[in-house]
């Protein structure tokens, strides 16, 4: 994650910092503490012992500079425990304010991608701490990419856009820039656009093993337009090796909807280490997708208790329950959820499905129109409130949104699909074949839509006889 960062903090004069650089690194290995930590594969009871030992040793020394505990935060990365390097890291800055140090572009950065992966942290606090780090030091990619990933995880897709734009003028050749391009494209509905930016995306390195997994991520996101992908066969053929940590792997066989896989190498991660986390809330998802959502409950409990405000969990145990249709008790947990993360489109769409589909079907507008101001061009949020303004029996408040989510997402067959099923039941048999053939042109094997169609012909048959 770190890698193109330097393995060495930057050094500023200050009486409360140690003058040679020779010494701090003679400092760094009397506690034991690897020069090149972030890098170095050191387990971590050991670099929890060498936190300890280094703090201490720089105490002994007089130090009290804030760097001890940045380095101190990166040797959990090989944990990771987001909450322990945000919390030195957090102490770092308060530190290097009170003794009136320069504020630092780069550990703000840290901090700010820490954030964002911590699944107990409201992602604006993420977004806080990289526009301080890009207001420090604005041509720094790194930090502009994060910010970038930050407002992406927030719905803001055209300040994400710029955000990548701006790391394309410094760094024209970057194939992950290029991915996330090409995915805040897909969710404004570009397809077009975000496919020739995954296509460009392999062309940008020589090491073209390590565009495979991200480019065939991105592609089965393309699924849902019936458009056909190439790149997930090829994933395993370049390096099937690539994917290590096991993790990795579980991850990749959840995107290709081998959930049996991800449970195996789920399996295998908590032999060697029985309370990794991530390991856990994957094999929730996993179950979870396999519809047995009791199980997937479970182990997304385990993740709760070991951190209680993982808002992910919590909005995963809300889908387990709407899966099984508790829809009070699910809507409950999306609420949980949406204490910690506010701003979550996906859990106040899920919520307003549940709300929509347990008959409350106001409440279900609100939090459907909720999700739609923080994400304006998801086409999953105007169809759900097409089809609850549908099961409200209000159908043609239900073909606005439904051709509101075409005009945005003409390519998405579904859409067309339930618009020509809300045309049929209004008996507007000629209007739901428009809809229907339209459909088919995008993708003419979905057996929905042929059925639909056949039945469309039959009443207009009935009808001219």
Same mark, same amino acid.
């Given at each position: ?41 050191? $387990? ?30 990166? %040797? ?119 496919? $020739? ?78 309370? $990794? ?25 385990? %993740? ?162």
């Amino acid at each position: 994650m770190l890698k193109t960062f330097p393995n060495e903090t930057r050094v500023d004069d200050s009486d409360a910092f140690l003058s040679s650089r020779l010494e701090r690194l003679a400092l760094y290995r009397d506690a034991g503490l690897p020069i090149d930590v972030h890098d170095s594969q050191v $387990e971590i009871d050991k670099s929890l012992s060498i936190v300890g030992h280094c703090l201490t040793t720089a105490s002994r020394a007089g130090d009290k500079d804030y760097r001890f505990l940045f380095e101190s935060a990166k %040797v959990h990365l090989n944990g990771p425990d987001y909450p322990k390097q945000i919390q030195l890291l957090e102490k770092a800055v308060h530190w290097a304010k009170i003794h009136n140090y320069p504020e630092d572009y780069y550990l703000l950065t840290v901090l700010g991608i820490y954030l964002l992966l911590d699944k107990t942290r409201n992602p604006q606090e993420a977004i806080r701490s990289l526009r301080k780090a890009d207001s420090l030091e604005p041509h720094d990619p790194n930090t502009l990419f994060w910010l970038g990933r930050a407002y992406l995880n927030n719905g803001d897709y055209e300040t994400a856009l710029e955000c990548f734009d701006r790391v394309v003028e410094i760094k024209p050749s970057d194939c992950y820039t290029m991915y996330w391009i090409g995915f805040a494209l897909h969710r404004m509905g570009y397809f077009e656009l975000a496919n $020739e930016c995954f296509d460009r995306a392999p062309n940008m390195r020589e090491d073209v093993r390590v565009t495979p997994p991200w480019l065939g991520k991105a592609m089965l996101l393309r699924k849902e337009t019936g458009t056909t992908y190439r790149w997930t066969d090829q994933v395993f053929d370049i390096r099937p090796d690539y994917f290590d940590p096991m993790l990795g792997k579980a991850s990749v066989f959840r995107f290709l909807d081998q959930f049996d896989q991800v449970i195996q190498w789920c399996k295998r991660v908590l032999e060697s280490d029985d309370d $990794e986390t991530e390991a856990v809330f994957e094999k929730g998802i996993a179950y979870c997708l396999m519809d047995q959502n009791l199980d997937a409950i479970d182990w997304f409990q385990k %993740v709760l208790e070991s951190q209680p405000n993982n808002f992910m969990a919590m909005y995963w145990i809300g889908i387990s329950y709407a899966d099984e249709k508790k829809y009070e008790t699910a809507i409950d947990w999306y609420n949980r959820s949406l204490q910690i993360n506010p701003n979550d489109s996906e859990c106040l769409m899920r919520k307003g499905i549940s709300l929509g589909l347990w008959g409350k079907y106001e409440e279900a507008i609100e939090s459907l129109k909720a999700a739609l101001d923080l994400d304006a061009f998801n086409a999953g949020i105007l169809q759900c409130l097409g089809i609850t303004y549908g099961l409200s029996k209000k159908y043609h408040a239900a073909l606005e949104w439904y051709e509101k989510a075409n005009q945005l997402h003409p390519e998405d067959n579904s859409i067309l699909y339930r618009k020509g099923e809300l045309h049929h039941i209004l008996g507007e048999y000629e209007q739901a074949l428009h809809c229907f053939d339209a459909a088919l042109k995008i993708y003419q094997d979905d057996y929905d839509v042929l059925h639909s169609r056949a039945k469309t012909l039959e009443k207009l048959k009935n009808e001219n006889e």
